[in-house]
């Protein structure tokens, strides 16, 4: 997709981190998710904390946790 030069939605995104359970492909969904301007979006910002979880860096996933604003019981309930 971005060999060919299409930028990712949120919904490609969003599939994309729900699959990954390796560190460095979870860190580079990040880069991407920055570089498209999709880091403000709370699904997205939920999507990382589940993703890093599985990858099983706790520490990145709690970063994620602090800095969504507004928690609500599907960020609260997060676990895998």
Known sequence: ????????NRAAILN??????????????????VANGLDLDRSIQTAAMQMYA?????????GFFDKISDKDLVVLGIHD
């Open 16 to 33: 994309v981190m729900a699959c990954v359970s390796r560190e460095n492909q979870a860190d580079e969904v990040c880069r991407v998710v």
């Open 1 to 8: 997709m971005l060999n060919e030069g299409i930028r990712p």
């Open 54 to 62: 599985r990858c099983r860096r706790i520490d990145v996933a709690r």
